[in-house]
């Protein structure tokens, strides 16, 4: 495939993730299902109209606030494979800032768990 004049092998990259970077896939379901559940237990003391991230707000509104962060994370691993299969040279780095963000997401939402 061609997409802005970069041949794009898809082939090759729709495996990078799982067989390259298998320990970054996993450090990053690990530290997304951490927010998950940080975040899940967040919204259910507060409400999900205190959440940063829009989408994960905006799915917990509407399929609430354990259903929601699943989602948004589940979306999120999927934008990351997408990212790796048709830039595979970014995996590590998209990988990396995901999982800081995530890390980062989890203090957050224990920090101000810790205020209440």
Same mark, same amino acid.
């Given at each position: ?14 495996? =990078?993730? %799982? ?7 996993? #450090? @990053? ?6 927010? *998950? &559940? ?20 905006? =799915?917990? %509104? ?7 962060? #699943? @989602? ?6 999927? *934008? &990351? ?31 101000? #768990?810790?205020?209440?």
């Amino acid at each position: 495939m061609k997409i802005l004049d970069s041949d794009i092998d898809i082939d090759a990259g729709k495996y =990078l993730l %799982f067989k390259r970077h298998w320990i970054l896939l996993i #450090l @990053l379901v690990g530290t997304a299902l951490m927010d *998950a &559940v940080s975040t899940t237990y967040f919204m259910l003391l507060t409400g999900p109209a205190l959440e940063m991230n829009w989408v994960v707000r905006v =799915l917990s %509104f509407g399929y609430g606030p354990v259903t929601g962060p #699943l @989602l948004g994370k589940l979306y999120q691993i999927f *934008a &990351v494979w997408v990212i790796s299969v048709m830039v595979p040279r970014l995996t590590r780095f998209v990988c990396c800032m995901v999982i800081a963000f995530n890390v980062y997401a989890y203090y957050v939402n224990f920090g101000v #768990l810790s205020s209440f």
